[in-house]
């Protein structure tokens, strides 16, 4: 998925032709490749294609992803939720119904709370690099959101920080905290040993949205909102301490007799 994404988001000097033609090549040989067509060189796809077959990721997933990663060499702007809801359905959607495929997820009841996930983490990045967009010519808020809040496309543009825009992007992360809380009511789902770092993801996540508060906005403009070393261990902590079992259960187990061959070396 990143491999895909940075052919757009870091083309270098590949005009937007360019970058459309390098992800229509990608899609091909990542469709032969997990098709059985043929074996790929590239060995961040081979691996890939291994994994998509070993957890029944097909060709419509990967063909939905492809397609808004080709959005953005052509769409830039978007004039409601709902159109951008195609675009995040490829981009983010889907890449939570690949995790469940990879993690082991059955029952299909999943389905949604997994895109409901990937959706608030999309959000999320959007609000952190609204800056980061605008320079490559991209705005991800809805137009009809900047039209509710009184807040000019062109204000993006000189980063203008004010309570139209404190509005704006409380508005928007409070789109995405409902889909978090859509997201943890499907975490039961989620095989025992495999949720820890799902949870701790989506925290992480969210702690972004607080952040962008809690540093007045304007972040979006100057910076990325980033979360601390010290913070990521005390969420992660914080984690394993609300289920230990779960915990529990992902730690490894070893092999007594390698454990025995150990000890005997030690000693």
């Known amino acids: 998925m990143r491999y895909a994404d940075e052919i757009v988001d870091n083309p270098g000097k590949r005009g937007l032709d360019e970058q459309l033609a390098g992800l229509e090549c990608f899609e091909a040989q990542t469709l032969a490749a997990i098709g059985g067509v043929s074996v790929p060189t590239n060995p961040v796809l081979r691996a890939f294609a291994d994994t998509a077959n070993a957890r029944g990721i097909g060709p419509r997933l990967v063909r939905s992803f492809m397609q808004s990663m080709k959005m953005d060499t052509s769409v830039f702007r978007y004039p409601t939720y709902a159109d951008l809801e195609e675009y995040t359905y490829g981009s983010a959607a889907v890449v939570g119904l690949m995790m469940c495929r990879v993690v082991g997820v059955a029952d299909e009841r999943a389905d949604t709370h997994a895109e409901a996930l990937g959706t608030a983490m999309q959000l999320t990045n959007f609000l952190r690099d609204v800056g980061e967009d605008w320079t490559r010519g991209r705005v991800y808020l809805p137009l009809e959101d900047l039209k509710r809040f009184g807040y000019a496309e062109e204000e993006l ?111």
């Open 157 to 267: 543009g000189r980063g203008v920080v004010d309570e139209r825009f404190a509005a704006l992007m409380r508005f928007e992360a409070e789109r995405a905290q409902r889909l978090y809380e859509i997201a943890d009511e499907g975490m039961r789902y989620i095989p025992r040993g495999r949720r820890y770092p799902v949870v701790v993801a989506r925290e992480l996540y969210a702690a972004i949205l607080a952040r962008i508060e809690a540093q007045g906005y304007g972040v979006v403009f100057s910076g990325r909102a980033r979360t601390s070393l010290a913070r990521k261990l005390a969420v992660a902590a914080s984690c394993a301490a609300r289920d230990p079992k779960e915990w529990a259960t992902r730690l490894p187990r070893r092999n007594p007799r390698r454990a025995t061959a150990d000890a005997s070396s030690l000693g």
